[in-house]
């Protein structure tokens, strides 16, 4: 090979790095980060109707077959929907009084209350787009009301919390991200994290003192710390397992996510930020 | 190198609205790394550098990951298998599979750890064994129909050095 073509190969790898590094660079610096968020927002605005548009040409082709070959589950899903809707009917019917009683408590202690906070309905558009994080991408953006920090509530429970806005898609990170960590309140005032551990792993619930006393489906919801992220009373996870191990500094605590996070077609964005 | 780009572009939207949606074990398959890794192949380490890094830009616009690291890797990605395939006898039958199995786990497992070093700790706690089979085993199953399109795109650059035009489309890839 030619020393010539060797060193022009050498130097075009090189330049390419450099100006990776240097994007990597931009997008690290919280000074220039507004410079790389802002490409990706105007890349996903051109980029959003382009997929959704695909998706509306596929979608029905890939329903179809899905139907077919998924009919007999889906009619007996079906029963059991319309049978936990009948049950979640009267629940509602009996709740109403206590929560009109809850409502007026937080409203007195100053505490947002969740179902009195404005939310923006949206639909997932996209999930898990890459294998290294746990994230949805949501139809609605900051045009439609959904700015960062937002959190996301759904499926039963509190799915994540927006980390990128654009004009009229979001990103948000989902409590099982490994990134995700959440203030928790559970039984008799008691407090802890929630940890993420990755898309594909069991959360964890951190900060617990050793032998705490714990029940297996026991729920954790959001506290209402003053620094907490999230507006406080949202079900976060429940206890699957725990145990304390000897000499251990904290409890070992393994809970699964409140929300069914595998039915994220629609969620809600709450408009809330934390108090600073 | 509108071919290219019109390349890379399909394959973009195949992999976030089809490809995402196949997702088994916790992970689903990268079409993104088979792009400089079938350009590499076809003609050279350089133009294997160059296509991983445009392919990767174009990766990190809708990903939530950090910017420019798919095309930092990318561009690795297309450098190191140009350099090796080009020892090994780009033209063996086998060059290809192996290449985009080989280079494909070895791209997720760069994209981790250089995505843990940027403070990304959660790139290191996926489930490798499951995204390193479920990758390696669609690379090979995806690697013939990108390599014909990478092949088309090539072709129409007019390179004369790989086996784009030398072989001409005698080669069933």
Same mark, same amino acid.
């Given at each position: 090979?030619?020393?010539?073509?060797?060193?022009?190969?050498?130097?075009?790898?090189?330049?390419?790095?450099?100006?990776?590094?240097?994007?990597?660079?931009?997008d690290?610096?919280?000074?220039?980060?507004?410079?790389?968020?802002?490409?990706?927002?105007?890349?996903?605005?051109?980029?959003?109707?382009?997929?959704?548009?695909?998706?509306?040409?596929?979608?029905?082709?890939?329903?179809?077959?899905?139907?077919a070959?998924?009919?007999?589950?889906?009619?007996?899903?079906?029963?059991r929907?319309?049978?936990?809707?009948?049950?979640?009917?009267?629940?509602?019917?009996?709740?109403?009084?206590?929560?009109?009683?809850?409502?007026?408590?937080?409203?007195l202690?100053?505490?947002?209350?969740?179902?009195?906070?404005?939310?923006?309905t949206?639909?997932?558009?996209?999930?898990?787009?890459?294998?290294?994080?746990?994230?949805?991408t949501?139809?609605?953006?900051?045009?439609?009301?959904?700015?960062?920090?937002?959190?996301?509530?759904?499926?039963?429970?509190?799915?994540?919390?927006?980390?990128?806005?654009?004009?009229?898609?979001?990103?948000?990170?989902?409590?099982?991200?490994?990134?995700?960590?959440?203030?928790?309140?559970?039984?008799?005032?008691?407090?802890?994290?929630?940890?993420?551990?990755?898309?594909?792993?069991?959360?964890?619930?951190?900060?617990?003192?050793?032998?705490?006393?714990?029940?297996?489906?026991?729920?954790?919801?959001?506290?209402?710390?003053?620094?907490?992220?999230?507006?406080?009373?949202?079900?976060?996870?429940?206890?699957?397992?725990?145990?304390?191990?000897?000499?251990?500094?904290?409890?070992?605590?393994?809970?699964?996510?409140?929300?069914?996070?595998?039915?994220?077609?629609?969620?809600?964005?709450?408009?809330?930020?934390?108090?600073? | 190198?509108?071919?290219?780009?019109?390349?890379?572009?399909?394959v973009?939207?195949?992999?976030?609205t089809?490809? %995402?949606?196949?997702?088994?074990?916790?992970?689903?398959?990268?079409?993104?790394?088979?792009?400089?890794?079938? @350009?590499?192949?076809?003609?050279?380490?350089?133009?294997? @550098?160059? %296509?991983?890094?445009?392919?990767?830009?174009?990766?990190?616009?809708?990903?939530?990951?950090?910017?420019g690291?798919?095309?930092?890797?990318?561009?690795?990605?297309?450098?190191? %298998?140009?350099s090796?395939?080009?020892a090994a006898?780009?033209? @063996?039958?086998?060059?290809?599979? %192996?290449?985009a199995?080989?280079?494909?786990?070895?791209a997720?497992?760069?994209?981790? =750890?250089?995505?843990?070093?940027?403070?990304?700790?959660?790139?290191?706690?996926?489930?490798?064994?499951?995204?390193?089979? =479920?990758?390696?085993?669609?690379?090979?199953?995806?690697?013939?129909?990108?390599?014909?399109?990478?092949?088309?795109?090539? @072709?129409?650059e007019?390179?004369?050095?790989?086996?784009?035009?030398?072989?001409?489309?005698?080669?069933?890839?």
């Open positions: 090979m030619p020393r010539s073509r060797r060193s022009r190969r050498t130097l075009t790898v090189i330049i390419l790095v450099v100006l990776s590094l240097s994007l990597i660079s931009l690290q610096n919280a000074r220039t980060h507004s410079l790389t968020s802002g490409v990706k927002s105007v890349a996903n605005d051109v980029y959003a109707p382009l997929r959704q548009g695909v998706l509306d040409v596929i979608s029905p082709i890939g329903n179809f077959f899905a139907g070959v998924n009919y007999g589950s889906v009619q007996a899903q079906n029963e929907l319309e049978r936990t809707i009948g049950e979640l009917r009267a629940a509602q019917l009996e709740q109403g009084f206590e929560k009109n009683q809850l409502r007026e408590i937080t409203a202690q100053n505490l947002p209350f969740l179902q009195a906070l404005p939310t923006v949206a639909q997932t558009q996209d999930q898990y787009s890459s294998n290294f994080t746990a994230t949805i949501l139809d609605k953006g900051r045009a439609d009301g959904v700015d960062v920090g937002y959190p996301v509530v759904g499926a039963g429970g509190l799915v994540g919390q927006v980390i990128q806005s654009f004009h009229h898609t979001a990103v948000v990170r989902l409590i099982t991200d490994g990134q995700s960590k959440v203030d928790v309140t559970f039984g008799s005032q008691l407090l802890g994290i929630v940890d993420g551990q990755g898309p594909s792993s069991s959360m964890t619930a951190d900060l617990v003192a050793p032998h705490t006393p714990l029940k297996k489906g026991e729920p954790m919801f959001t506290s209402s710390l003053d620094a907490a992220s999230f507006p406080p009373g949202i079900p976060v996870a429940t206890v699957r397992t725990f145990h304390t191990s000897a000499g251990a500094s904290q409890e070992t605590i393994d809970v699964d996510p409140a929300a069914d996070l595998s039915q994220l077609a629609y969620v809600d964005v709450v408009q809330w930020v934390p108090s600073t | 190198m509108v071919r290219v780009a019109l390349v890379i572009f399909v973009l939207m195949v992999q976030q089809v490809i %995402v949606a196949l997702r088994i074990g916790g992970a689903h398959p990268d079409l993104l790394w088979l792009l400089p890794i079938t @350009a590499a192949v076809l003609d050279g380490p350089e133009t294997g @550098a160059i %296509v991983g890094f445009w392919a990767g830009l174009s990766f990190d616009l809708v990903l939530p990951t950090p910017f690291l798919s095309a930092l890797v990318g561009c690795v990605l297309g450098y190191a %298998v140009g090796l395939t080009t006898d780009p033209r @063996a039958t086998w060059v290809r599979p %192996v290449a199995v080989a280079g494909s786990i070895a997720d497992m760069l994209f981790a =750890v250089l995505g843990a070093i940027l403070g990304q700790g959660e790139m290191v706690q996926v489930d490798f064994l499951a995204l390193f089979l =479920v990758v390696g085993v669609s690379s090979l199953v995806f690697v013939f129909p990108i390599s014909r399109l990478m092949r088309w795109a090539l @072709a129409g007019g390179h004369r050095r790989s086996l784009v035009s030398a072989q001409g489309d005698s080669r069933a890839w």
